[in-house]
C-alpha cells in the first residue's frame, strides 16, 4: 500500500484519480484549498474505502506561505510518502493578481508545486514519484511575465507559459536528483477533458476525466514509468514524447528554475 498525495483533488481529474487508487488499494491524501470541500470529499471516500485509507489536508495554493504549513502538516501526519501528484491548476479566475504581485497561473500551476516538492523531499522515498501535470498548451516563458513584471491579458497565454515552466522545471529537478531522490515526470493528462477548468475556460463540455486519471494512475504506479525520470508523456499521443523545444534546452530551463528560485528567495520562500 502506497501513501499518495495528490493536490487539488476534491474535483475533476484529481478526484478521479484518487477514487482510482483507493481502489487500486493505496492510501490517498486529498487536498484542496476549501475545507468544506476537502472535508466533504473525505467523508465520501471514507465510506469507499475506510478512513484509515483517507486523509485531508487545506492550503489556497496562490498563497505561497500556505505551502509551507502544507507540508509541515503533510509531514508531520506521514513519516514517509511514496507519490506526489502535483494536480491543482488554475487557467482564469476573477483576480489573477496574487496579494505577492504575481500572475496567478505561474503561482499554482508552477511556483507552488516547485516549491511544495522540495518542502516534502525529507519524505519522499527514493523510490517514489512526482507527477507533474503538465499540458499540450505550452509556450515560450516570458521570464518578466514570471516575476511579474509584465501583465498578461490573454489567459490561455499565462496558462500555456506556466504549463511550459513546470515541465522545464520537471526536467531540471529530476537531472539534480538523478539517484538520490524520486524520480520526476511530466505529464499531459490529455486535451480538453472534462474538468471545471475546461467547461470555464473553453464552453465545451470535454471528454471523460477517465481518461487522465488512468494515466496519472499508470505514471504513479505502472513499471513503464519507472525508468522515465525527466520525461514527458503525452497522453494524446499516448506515448513518451518531446514537449516544447524549450524545455529540452538546459540553458533556458535553468534560467526559469534561477528565476524561480529568486522570486522565492524575494518573498521569503
Known amino acids: ?31 484542496g ?30 498563497d505561497l506561505v500556505a505551502i509551507d504549513s502544507l507540508a509541515s502538516d503533510v509531514l508531520a501526519a506521514n513519516a514517509s510518502l511514496d507519490v506526489l501528484i502535483n494536480n491543482a491548476g488554475v487557467f482564469q479566475a476573477p483576480k489573477v493578481v496574487t496579494a505577492d504581485g504575481l500572475d496567478l497561473r505561474f503561482v499554482v500551476n508552477t511556483l507552488a ?16 514519484r512526482v507527477v507533474n501535470l503538465s499540458s499540450a498548451a505550452q509556450s515560450p516563458v516570458d521570464v518578466k511575465a514570471l516575476t511579474g513584471e509584465v501583465a498578461f491579458n490573454d489567459h490561455y497565454a499565462a496558462y500555456a507559459q506556466s504549463k511550459l ?23 499531459n493528462p490529455g486535451s480538453l477533458l472534462a474538468s471545471k477548468m475546461v467547461k470555464e475556460g473553453f464552453g465545451v463540455p470535454g471528454k471523460d476525466l477517465g481518461i487522465g486519471a488512468d494515466i496519472l494512475v ?3 504506479l505502472d513499471e513503464e514509468f519507472a525508468g522515465a525520470n525527466s520525461q514527458y508523456f503525452d497522453n494524446d499521443a499516448q506515448r ?11 540553458a533556458l530551463c535553468r534560467q526559469v528554475v534561477a528565476t524561480m528560485e529568486r522570486m522565492l528567495d524575494r518573498i521569503g520562500r
Open 113 to 128: 508545486p516547485y516549491l511544495l516538492t522540495q518542502k516534502l523531499a525529507p519524505a519522499l522515498r527514493p523510490a517514489g
Open 165 to 187: 515552466a513546470i515541465t522545464m522545471w520537471t526536467r531540471m529537478l529530476a537531472q539534480d536528483w538523478e539517484g538520490q531522490g524520486p524520480i520526476l515526470i511530466a505529464v
Open 33 to 62: 484549498r476549501s475545507e468544506q470541500k476537502v472535508n466533504g470529499v473525505v467523508a465520501e471516500l471514507a465510506t469507499l474505502a475506510g478512513a484509515e485509507r483517507v486523509a485531508g489536508f487545506v492550503a489556497d495554493l496562490s
Open 1 to 31: 500500500m502506497k501513501t499518495i498525495l495528490i493536490t487539488g483533488s476534491t474535483d475533476g481529474i484529481g478526484l478521479v484519480t484518487a477514487k482510482a487508487l483507493l481502489e487500486r488499494g493505496h492510501r490517498v491524501l486529498i487536498h
Open 218 to 220: 499508470r505514471a504513479a
Open 240 to 250: 513518451f514524447a518531446p514537449p516544447h523545444a524549450d524545455a529540452l534546452d538546459d
